[in-house]
């Protein structure tokens, strides 16, 4: 099988490497030359554009940064797409465009699988990292052999779309920790506490969470550098919004949520990293929120094994 990826981001690159360490077939596409370069030298094959991606390849996966970027890839691939062709959308992008899309690619006698990931770029890098798969399911048991290279834990989720509205209820979820994560370290330096002692109290506690264990961990070393920006929070969270609004759900903590991360936006830029968020509280109480010994950028310690289905309870 021969398989193209298209978008050597943050999280695509890692991906990328997934299956080029693994012994794909592999060809890659970015605006960033360099980036093509890198992996060219490593042995994979130079893609040149979206379309010849999908002409010369039977897999071509998507990663990219927006829902208007995955639209414009798909534009130029579209000609190509014919039986035997299989486009994997591995962005986070809207459930109704991706299933609009799907529908062009069908009529051309293709496939889509609606695949978007999570669990962060550490876990990316090492094949580690958790894949929403939303397609019917003999599409899926065809791709899953590659999605078992590229994630740890695979998620058939129904249909094409259920699995981006699921994937930005996560981030929705992640969004809403990371906030009140910065309102307990704030607090907690505010009433004396130990920073170090504070983030080992939520880690063995009914408080802790997957962020906390990564991000807490980068707030407190000042990195502030989780590879996930402002504009790519606001992108999900406000997707997550638009799915309650669509459905009737009166939601009252997400509007403050959107709300929260624009002001951040404003303070440090459209694209500041997420954790910077923090910042906020520690401008407006003087505090800063330290400790020593904690890590300036998150490494995935689990060792690289195939990954599996996961099977929801019946």
């Not at 695949?115 to 890098?125: D, K, L, N």
């Not at 929260?260 to 459209?270: K, L, N, P, S, T």
């Amino acid at each position: 099988m021969k398989v193209g990826f298209i978008g050597l981001g943050a999280v695509g690159a890692k991906l990328a490497g997934s299956l080029l360490r693994n012994g794909i077939d592999l060809a890659v596409h970015d605006l960033d030359a360099g980036q093509v370069a890198g992996f060219v030298a490593r042995g994979a094959r130079a893609g040149g554009s979206a379309a010849a991606m999908m002409r010369e390849n039977d897999v071509v996966i998507t990663s990219l940064p927006s829902p208007a970027a995955s639209a414009a890839v798909l534009d130029e691939m579209l000609p190509e797409i014919g039986p035997g062709k299989t486009w994997l959308e591995m962005s986070t992008t809207d459930a109704e465009a991706i299933k609009a899309q799907a529908a062009m690619v069908a009529q051309r006698g293709g496939a889509a699988v609606d695949c978007p990931v999570s669990g962060g770029c550490h876990r990316a890098a090492t094949g580690n990292i958790s894949i929403f798969a939303g397609c019917d399911r003999e599409t899926f048991e065809a791709v899953l052999p590659l999605l078992t290279i590229l994630g740890r834990r695979v998620l058939h989720t129904g249909p094409v779309g259920s699995a981006s509205v699921l994937k930005v209820m996560t981030n929705y979820l992640a969004t809403a920790n990371l906030l009140t994560l910065c309102e307990a370290l704030v607090t907690m330096k505010a009433a004396g506490m130990d920073m170090a002692t504070t983030y080992e109290a939520i880690r063995i506690s009914s408080g802790t969470s997957f962020v906390h264990e990564t991000e807490s961990q980068l707030i407190l070393s000042g990195a502030r550098d989780v590879n996930f920006t402002m504009d790519l929070v606001q992108k999900d969270i406000g997707l997550f919004q638009k799915i309650a609004e669509d459905n009737g759900v009166p939601l009252e903590l997400s509007p403050m949520l959107i709300e929260i991360m624009a002001d951040g936006q404003r303070r440090y830029g459209m694209r500041a990293q997420s954790d910077r968020i923090i910042e906020r509280l520690e401008e407006a109480t003087g505090l800063k929120i330290l400790a020593p010994g904690f890590p300036t950028e998150l490494v995935d310690d689990e060792p690289e094994e195939r990954g599996y289905e996961v099977r929801p309870a019946r």
